[in-house]
């Protein structure tokens, strides 16, 4: 935990998104909605909006662990966010920058595939992020159909079949693991978490909303803000839990875009009354 008068120094590896919503320009908005400070190393630029991803265009692999080290030799760096990585060598760079840095906490979000449908990461990256990635990250934070990838197995369908997910991918060398249950049929919306072998379950009723674009990403990185901010991962993953759902609540103030919606960052920051 961090000492109070101290702002923790917050490090997004990801991918960009021109529209604002996902990727690192979600995520330094998260980390200044969460009181701290936010550095970013991109991997990829993508050209996208609301509706769909257009183009990725995919950043040199030693100038993306060029990045990471230049941050790291002068910064101070409290929690790391991993987002898209979109290729195996990338994932095979920040996995050896990471192992020489050793930050205290890494939030691994594997980013697969977009809103939109567009796949993000191929089949050699899902072997390398199995192999290198997964095994340093403090959390993962797998949706339905990306913890399925992992596994190479069906997407869970219910709460045991989730349980079942979970202890999978702890097999696999996941230390703790956050497996986010948006996919499961019904009116419920739980998360399951998965730390020193106890089960908890994170239950939260489903919005009636289409602006769900980077909400992977959001609470990724609110988990990241938070974990050097509390004493337990437990606490953390709920004050996320509860921010990333009031974002979500809340994105209705906002008008951006004619598909999937961005939330609201600065829900907690920002007043609808004005002077």
């Not at 009636?208 to 909400?215: C, F, M, P, V």
Request: proline letters at 5%.
């Amino acid at each position: 935990m961090m000492p109070e008068h101290m702002v923790p120094n917050i490090l997004s590896i990801a991918g960009s998104d021109p529209s604002g919503g996902a990727g690192i320009q979600a995520d330094l908005k998260t980390f200044s909605a969460l009181r701290t400070y936010g550095a970013a190393a991109i991997t990829a630029l993508t050209a996208q909006n609301t509706r769909g991803v257009g183009a990725v265009l995919v950043v040199e692999p030693a100038f993306v662990a060029r990045q990471i080290d230049m941050i790291f030799e002068d910064v101070r760096i409290d929690a790391v966010k991993i987002g898209m990585l979109a290729n195996a060598q990338i994932i095979s760079k920040v996995a050896a920058c990471l192992r020489h840095c050793q930050p205290r906490w890494i939030v691994l979000d594997p980013v697969m595939i977009a809103k939109s449908g567009h796949r993000l990461l191929d089949e050699a990256a899902l072997s390398a992020l199995r192999r290198e990635l997964l095994p340093m990250a403090s959390i993962i934070t797998p949706n339905l159909p990306e913890a399925a990838a992992l596994l190479d197995r069906a997407v869970a369908k219910d709460w045991d079949d989730m349980e079942e997910t979970a202890v999978g991918l702890q097999a696999l060398g996941a230390s703790r693991v956050l497996l986010k249950g948006g996919h499961l049929p019904g009116e419920a919306s739980p998360d399951l978490v998965l730390t020193d072998g106890v089960i908890t379950k994170l239950d939260a009723g489903r919005i009636a909303t289409e602006n769900t674009h980077g909400t992977g990403c959001t609470l990724s990185s609110a988990i990241a803000a938070l974990l050097p901010q509390h004493r337990d991962v437990i606490t953390a993953i709920r004050e996320a839990k509860a921010y990333i759902t009031g974002a979500i609540a809340a994105s209705g103030q906002l008008a951006v875009g004619s598909g999937h919606g961005p939330v609201h960052h600065f829900h907690q920051l920002w007043h609808q009354s004005r002077p």
